[in-house]
T-cell receptor
């Protein structure tokens, strides 16, 4: 049973560029959440997608957007990248009605 | 607003010794509480969770945690630490608003 998968594993971008990160949830899960983990800190909630809609959002600017597809996979898009966007981006999946989230290995983004 | 405090940034323990990691939370209703472990460069692995019922919960890898409502705490323990337990540990609180709030983490070093 495959767990949560994310791609790519690493990414280097320059300031002002745009980036798209991808996530496939654990089999049987229909809900995807995204978190940002800066170096030396705990993960911070960005948003959650269920039924292809964003249903909860953390304290992140509109430069951060997402999408969920009919097969429950998800994308995180970040526009106009800033140096401060350098972080590990974690995707977590769960199924509706459960509070337990399972995390993928993350995508490490470096903005130069 | 929900929040988590992990008072210990770094703990060093000898192999075979016991380990206790502290976690204090703030949440307006009945919380869902979690402990996750993160090895270097990896995602988060769920160790255990508390939703309701017995306040002492057992998890994987020999870990347990005790929920104390009066102290707003959810401390993680392991009776005998193995070298492979060296990692970063995160406590998280969630509820019916779909997101998890994490503490800043505690780094555990195991000495031979």
């Amino acid at each position: 049973d495959a767990g949560v998968t994310q791609s790519p594993t690493h990414l280097i971008k320059t300031r002002g560029q745009q980036v798209t990160l991808r996530c496939s949830p654990k089999s049987g899960h229909d809900t995807v959440s995204w978190y940002q983990q800066a170096l030396g800190q705990g993960p911070q909630f960005i948003f959650q997608y269920y039924e292809e809609e964003e249903r909860q959002r953390g304290n992140f600017p509109d430069r951060f957007s997402g999408h969920q597809f009919p097969n429950y996979s998800s994308e995180l898009n970040v526009n106009a990248l800033l140096l401060g966007d350098s972080a590990l981006y974690l995707c977590a999946s769960s199924y509706q009605g459960s509070e337990t989230q399972y995390f993928g290995p993350g995508t490490r983004l470096l903005v130069l | 607003a929900q929040s988590v405090t992990q008072p210990d940034i770094h703990i060093t323990v000898s192999e075979g010794a016991s380990l206790e990691l502290r976690c204090n939370y703030s949440y307006g209703a009945t919380p869902y509480l979690f402990w996750y472990v993160q090895s270097p460069g990896q995602g988060l692995q769920l160790l255990l969770k508390y939703f309701s019922g017995d306040t002492l919960v057992q998890g994987i890898k020999g870990f347990e945690a005790e929920f104390k409502r009066s102290q707003s705490s959810f401390n993680l323990r392991k009776p005998s630490v193995h070298w492979s337990d060296a990692a970063e540990y995160f406590c998280a609180v969630g509820g019916n608003d779909y997101k998890l709030s994490f503490g800043a983490g505690t780094t555990v070093t195991v000495r031979a």
